[in-house]
Structure formats: structure tokens, C-alpha cells
DNA sequence: ATCGTACTTGTACAAACGTACAAGTTGAGC
DNA sequence: GCTCAACTTGTACGTTTGTACAAGTACGAT
């Protein structure tokens, strides 16, 4: 009743092939998503252990305690993001015009809901948890990086604030994007200061 | 061990003085607190009872389920920024320069990062719970329709989208606010379409 | 082949949880 | 004064929690 031992392999009871940096993975990536689902404050060793199909007991062996196994799923999802960023990068600097391929981007970013909770997730428990912090701001840092050689640092900084705030907004009122609005305010922001 | 009857009130273990409309309120507002420390994941009735000084039969008698308790808590939080936009209100309709008074109410604002943070607190809870999304649409609206008369509906959201990423990274980041920048980006913000 | 370390897994346990409830207390209406 | 509904409170119960751990298995080194 409790592993069901295929008819394969017949009649040892084993124990899974052996793959510890895969097992790694496998938690972070399931701590990752009980987060966009049940939020940081209810994520479980039992619901990340049920999540990625193993033992409780693999979830205290790899993360000793739950705190790191939360901060293994919030590193693990800003890494998945900072490689979405590349591309970012890529895109924007082939782009003819610069506040519609943002847009483009943020309306295809808003697509996938799961993955944006998870960065506010990240920011509520970064402000209040200070340990989170380093995580936080590598994240954050990420696009105004990306936008500051293009805009400069005050308006990439302005811009991203803008982003940050929409995507806010899309998110808790399950709204569209209203892309020619975007568009026209980041090119606002762009308007040289001097 | 239990209730230290005060030697004040000799002999009979009383039952504190009646006012039910006042248990209701201060139990909301300890569960604001809690939130505010712990993040609504991680509040409880018993952290919620023990910080409002009350039995933990108390919150279960005005608040029947935990989700119940937590709603009121975030309601209450909501109410006194509604409050608090009344405020703000006044005196940016009395203010010479809209920006530069947006900017002051900004950083009057972020000086008290408990309520900052149980406003974002709700917005997660919001995104992810659907039975929290009129709470948090009530706060979302709130500024937009104050700033929309003397700067038009879209750059009041525009406005607003800057504000909340402005604050939201100065939150995670623990960071002062730019105040001199976000006057500028303000500026351009407020800058007529047509 | 064997040995030891690294990994796997089921189970155990005390603490904390949401919720239910019985017994007691109060004060307004009669 | 008596009554009854509203309120108060301590305690209890079954679950779920984080973490510990013993017993077992696999695999590289020897």
C-alpha cells in the first residue's frame, strides 16, 4: 500500500537511483511553486516533499531547516528570472523603439501569474525578514541594470518603479495591461532631465 | 498561576468589564500587528489573542474562522489608510506644487514600514485569495481618485504604479527615499498627453 | 570482496495549530 | 428579585507542524 513496487522490478524494495545535486533541484523547484500557491508563511517540509514526490525526510536532509528550504525555493526562482533577464537584455537592445518592446515584455512577463506572485512573495518576506534581503536586491537590481546604459540610472530607476507598480496592480486586480498607456508614460520617464 | 486576581478586587475571579464593539476593534487591530510582524501566513489565533491581551476563546467567539479574524485585521488597516487619504486629500489640494507635495506625503509615509508593509502584505494575500480582492481594490483606488481631478485618470494611475514601485523597493531595500527624483519623475508624469 | 561514507526513508515526538464547547458571569427587561 | 440571552473564559480534541533519528541501501575507495 505504501511504495507499490513495480512488477519491473520484482521483488526489492528499492530505494530510488542515487542523484543528490538532482534531488536538490527537484526541492527548491517544489519549494518554489508551494510558494506561488500557499505563499511563504504556509509553505511546508510535508507540501514541498509531497510536491516533488519524496520523503519528508529528504527535505531536512538537503535544507536542515525550513528556512533554508524557503530560501533555496526564492534563490531558485530569481535565478530562473535572471535568466529570463538575458533575453530581456537581448531584446530591448534590438528593439527600434524602447518603451513598446518594455511593454511587449511586461505584458508577456504578466502571462505567467505563478511566476509574478512568487517576486512579491519574495519582497513581503525580504521586508520583513532581513536574511532574504541579498536575494531581494539582486533581483531588483536586475532591470534597472539592464535599462540604465539606455536611459540612464534615474530614469531606468523610474521606470522600473513604474513597472513594478503596474505589474502590482495587474496582479491583485486580475486587470489587462493597458499597453498604449504603458508605453506612453515610460516614454515620460524617458525625457531627458536636463 | 493563572489570572493573579489583583488584591484590588479581593476575592471574586472576575470576568472583565463588558464591550463587545470594543473586543471586536481591538482584536482587529492586534491582528493587524500580527500580520504586520509575522505576515498573514504565519498569524494565529493565539498570537493574535496573546497580543491583544485576550483569552483565546475571544477571537473565536467574534471571529469564527481564522480567515474571518484575518479579514478584519486587514480591513481595519485599510479603513485607516482610507482615513489617512482623507488627509492627504486636503493637503494636496492646498499645496502650490502637486509633485513636491506628493513626494513629502510619500516620505511621511514610508516613515511607519509596519502599516507600509501590511498594505503589500495585502496585496499577495489578495493576489492569491480571491475573497480579499474587494479589501484590496478599495486601497488600490484609494489615491487614484484623489489625484485624478488635478492630474487626469491616466497619469493619476501612472502616479500611482511610480509610487507603489518607489515604495515597494524602498521597503525591501530599507533605503531613503530619492525624494528630489521622484519630484522630477513626477513632473514628466503629470506632462499633458496631447 | 569489504568497508566506510554518503545518501535514503519511515517513523516518532513534542509543540503549536484551528476549532468546539461546557460552565460561569453579567446586565437588560420584566 | 428573577430570567434569559449575550458575553467570557479555560480547557479539550484531533491535526498538522518542525525536526530528530535509527535502520537500511548504494557506491567509490581499497
Redesign the interface.
Known amino acids: 500500500m505504501t511504495g507499490a513496487p513495480s512488477a519491473r522490478t520484482p521483488e526489492r524494495r528499492t530505494q530510488r537511483a542515487r542523484d543528490p545535486q538532482a534531488r536538490r533541484a527537484a526541492l527548491a523547484v517544489a519549494t518554489m511553486e508551494v510558494i506561488a500557491?500557499?505563499?511563504?508563511?504556509?509553505?511546508t517540509h510535508r507540501a514541498v516533499a509531497a510536491r516533488a514526490g519524496l520523503p519528508l525526510g529528504a527535505t531536512t536532509y538537503y535544507f536542515p531547516t525550513l528556512d533554508d528550504l524557503i530560501a533555496a525555493g526564492l534563490r531558485h526562482a530569481t535565478d530562473q528570472l535572471r535568466a529570463d533577464l538575458d533575453d530581456w537584455a537581448q531584446r530591448l537592445a534590438a528593439a527600434p523603439d524602447l518603451a513598446a518592446e518594455l511593454t511587449e515584455l511586461t505584458r508577456e512577463y504578466l502571462a505567467d501569474?505563478r511566476q509574478v506572485?512568487i517576486e512579491?512573495?519574495l519582497?513581503?518576506?525580504?521586508?520583513?525578514d532581513a536574511a532574504l534581503?541579498p536575494i531581494?536586491?539582486t533581483w531588483?537590481d536586475g532591470l534597472p541594470e539592464i535599462l540604465a546604459p539606455a536611459a540612464g540610472a534615474?530614469a531606468a530607476?523610474?521606470i522600473?518603479?513604474?513597472?513594478?507598480?503596474?505589474i502590482?496592480?495587474a496582479?491583485?486586480?486580475?486587470s489587462e495591461l493597458d499597453a498604449p498607456?504603458l508605453t506612453?508614460?515610460i516614454r515620460?520617464?524617458l525625457?531627458n532631465?536636463g
Open positions: 500557491e500557499a505563499g511563504v508563511g504556509r509553505t501569474r506572485r512579491y512573495e519582497c513581503v518576506a525580504a521586508a520583513r534581503r531581494a536586491e531588483m534615474d530607476r523610474d522600473c518603479a513604474l513597472l513594478d507598480g503596474i502590482l496592480r496582479l491583485v486586480m486580475e498607456g506612453a508614460a515620460r520617464l525625457t532631465a
